[in-house]
Nanobody, 114 residues
Framework: ALVVESGGGLVQPGGSLTLSCTAS????????MSWYRQAPGKERELVAS???????NYADSVKDRFHISRAKGGSPVYLQINSLNVEDTGTYYC?????????WGQGTQVTVSS
């Protein structure tokens, strides 16, 4: 796999979690990386992106609670999620665009429940 996510799990409301995305060496470090999530019964949505230079963008719905970052060499890419609530439950995917093709990881499951 070109990108592999990890770090998901079961978390109580109000808790925090940090997801990791490790990219294959086949993916250039000078490339933007993104995190998407897909809640049960809903479409996949973009939640955060980061450029090779470290500039981040967030969906309005998460910008106060999510923080995306990446290691100096470009990988891993992290997504820190704070103040988790049940609406954050879903599968989180790491993704990038390479050669005109959207690359996806297998996803990591985040479940927020008391």
């Amino acid at each position: 796999a070109l990108v592999v996510e990890s770090g998901g799990g079961l978390v109580q409301p109000g808790g925090s979690l940090t997801l990791s995305c490790t990219a294959s060496r086949r993916i250039p470090s000078a490339i933007s990386m993104s995190w998407y999530r897909q809640a049960p019964g809903k479409e996949r949505e973009l939640v955060a992106s980061i450029t090779s230079g470290g500039s981040a963008n967030y969906a309005d719905s998460v910008k106060d609670r999510f923080h995306i970052s990446r290691a100096k060499g470009g990988s891993p890419v992290y997504l820190q999620i704070n103040s988790l609530n049940v609406e954050d439950t879903g599968t989180y995917y790491c993704s990038t665009l390479m050669g005109g093709r959207r690359i996806w990881g297998q996803g990591t499951q985040v479940t927020v429940s008391s």
